[in-house]
């Protein structure tokens, strides 16, 4: 029975967390490294949109080359998504 255990352990779930940008004609999923997930001043879990762009090799700029209409920051547990914060993006400029 032991050994069951030991095997139950080595498939615990673990949190992600990633950023779903919906755009125009595609969605694009950033994914985000636990360092870089913080706990904001009102003790929310956030992570900064410009890390996770450039660590993608992408900024602010591809944005709007996207057309992006909506980003989330979600967390990810047992395949279920959870939204943690979204931002819908003023598309009457």
């Known amino acids: 029975m032991s ?3 030991e095997s139950q ?3 615990t779930s673990t ?3 990633r950023y779903i940008i919906e755009c125009k004609d595609k969605t694009v999923e ?8 913080i706990h904001n001043a009102d003790d929310e879990i956030d992570c900064p949109l410009d890390v996770v762009l450039r660590k ?3 900024d602010f700029s591809d ?3 996207w057309d992006a ?3 989330r920051f979600v967390k990810v547990y047992d395949d279920e998504e ?4 979204k931002v819908s993006l003023n598309v009457n400029l």
């Open 9 to 11: 352990s080595v498939l």
């Open 3 to 5: 050994h069951s255990k």
């Open 69 to 71: 209409r909506e980003i």
């Open 82 to 85: 959870c939204v943690l914060n």
């Open 15 to 17: 949190i992600q967390y």
């Open 63 to 65: 944005l709007t080359y």
């Open 30 to 37: 950033l994914e985000v490294e636990n360092q870089d997930v």
């Open 56 to 58: 993608n090799n992408y």
